[in-house]
């Protein structure tokens, strides 16, 4: 069905021009002559954007914006105006307005708004949706592994059971878990974390349970511990792999009776706590090794839900990509970045040992220090980590000034080692060097190679590089590199 556009303004022949317009335009149009009736319409019938001048008598378009933005905040208004100032096209904006534009209204210049304003719309009522959809859990990714955890997670949370996480580091296990708790019917309560790897043995208990005044020297108060603190609502616990074993004995306690006292305290507290716990180990082999209660185990692993590897999943990295690189830009005040498709190809390549956590740093790091506009490869290849095979560079197209080569694979230089384990033929570290004198040894290597690979065809090396011919040659002289001189 065509889009219905509501078009007010007090003067009659303004309103049947428009309507006729946008009719021939192939628009649905409602005419209102007040802003009290544009109110009336809109409450009344549902109507996809709206057309207002600024300027009416009783109640001018501004105020009409405002109870449009209360009364419908996702609807789109465009406001036109025969005496439009910067001042009133800025306070427009302000109100919600989605675009301004001044009488007498050029016919391409409002098709083009129009069809924006409904554009943009779409696009907002996509996103909505799709959030909706999957977006609820606060994670990233469309491919079968990411399906499968939402599908657990659709399920296990409205339920009391407890859930074990399993999974890598970075991958995400407290996401898994706040998503748990947020579409539980515990959502309202309080979400409380402990990690049980980064707590002293000795003060594990009185993290949990809370201690009494005076219970242990330093104990000048009487504080709560972290089940009280969940109380009625989730307690995760990460890294539950690395508990002590006499702390195991006294969860499991807490988990089968629902009860406590705090440490060097008499008095039994009740309490009302959905436990979720994650870990990087292997608990069925930390029970064969002693190191993990298998009474505990069973009661922590009602539910299991395993958090892949990022190599495991990598037709999520272009959205996870974009998504850490909008973050990014908008976090440290940089102009929003593209990322190029070779560029993509050189990360989607990369293992990222550290996982999720490692590429949004590495992606943040990009946006950081790349000059853009766009990402290119060259960029791409200075953010990983050296010593990493990379992508095979793309083959030359036929023509040019040099015949066409086969492609090679082009391996960053290895991370510094030392010089006696280096190998004798290739790059190594070199003590009496700065950074920078590294950097451009390696820069060197990676043009060299490149030469050799277009037999000197310095035009083609520098797309392969997505670089600039001119920045390409200035990039050699810099470097004291001529042609003739490329690694065969």
């Not at 972290?226 to 307690?235: M, N």
């Not at 190809?345 to 990009?366: I, K």
Request: glycine residues 8%; charged residues 25%; aromatic residues 4%.
């Amino acid at each position: 069905m065509p889009a219905a556009v509501l078009i007010v303004d007090d003067e009659k022949n303004i309103l049947l021009t428009l309507s006729q317009s946008l009719q021939l335009a192939g628009y649905r149009t409602e005419l209102a002559s007040s802003g009290q009736v544009a109110l009336d319409v809109v409450s009344a019938r549902p109507v996809d954007a709206v057309l207002m001048d600024v300027k009416m008598p009783d109640m001018d378009g501004l105020t009409v914006l405002a109870r449009l933005t209360e009364l419908k905040p996702d609807l789109p208004v465009i406001m036109m105006s025969g005496h439009g100032t910067i001042d009133t096209a800025v306070k427009a904006t302000q109100l919600g307005a989605r675009d301004f534009l001044e009488k007498p209204l050029a016919r391409d210049r409002l098709l083009v708004a129009l069809r924006n304003a409904l554009k943009h719309q779409a696009a907002m009522e996509e996103l909505e949706e799709l959030r909706a959809q999957l977006g609820r859990f606060d994670m990233v990714g469309g491919g079968p592994a990411m399906q499968r955890i939402f599908s657990l997670i659709q399920r296990a949370a409205p339920s009391e059971g407890r859930v074990l996480i399993t999974g890598e580091n970075g991958t995400g296990k407290e996401l898994i878990a706040r998503a748990l708790h947020q579409n539980s019917r515990r959502k309202g309560g309080p979400f409380v974390k402990l990690n049980c790897a980064a707590v002293p043995h000795d003060l594990i208990e009185s993290e949990l349970f809370g201690h009494e005044k005076g219970a242990f020297t330093g104990a000048v108060s009487v504080r709560r511990g972290k089940f009280e603190l969940a109380h009625e609502g989730t307690l995760f616990l990460d890294e539950i792999g690395d508990m002590p074993a006499a702390m195991q004995s006294k969860l499991l306690r807490v988990l089968q009776e629902g009860e406590l006292e705090r440490v060097g305290g008499a008095e039994t507290l009740k309490v009302d706590v959905r436990v979720i716990a994650a870990t990087n180990k292997n608990l069925e082999k930390e029970i064969a090794a002693g190191r993990f209660r298998e009474d505990l185990y069973y009661r922590i692993n009602v539910v299991q839900i395993h958090s892949p590897p990022l190599r495991e999943r990598r037709e999520d990295l272009p959205d996870l990509i974009d998504t850490f690189l909008r973050e990014a830009c908008a976090k440290n005040g940089r102009r929003p970045l593209a990322l190029s498709p070779d560029a993509l190809a050189v990360m989607s390549a990369y293992d990222y040992p550290g996982n999720v956590r490692e590429l949004r740093n590495l992606v943040e790091r990009l946006a950081i220090l790349c000059e853009g506009p766009v990402v290119s490869r060259t960029d791409a290849l200075e953010l990983l980590p050296r010593g990493r095979p990379l992508p095979p560079m793309p083959e030359p197209t036929a023509g040019g000034d040099a015949p066409v080569a086969p492609p090679v694979a082009v391996t960053a230089p290895p991370a510094a080692e030392p010089a006696a384990t280096a190998n004798a033929g290739g790059w190594r570290p070199r003590v009496d060097q700065t950074f920078r004198e590294q950097v451009e040894d390696a820069e060197r290597e990676i043009i060299q190679r490149v030469l050799a690979h277009t037999h000197d065809n310095v035009t083609e090396a520098a797309r392969i590089l997505d670089l600039e011919r001119g920045h390409f040659y200035k990039k050699m002289k810099a470097l004291g590199l001529r042609r003739g001189q490329s690694e065969s």
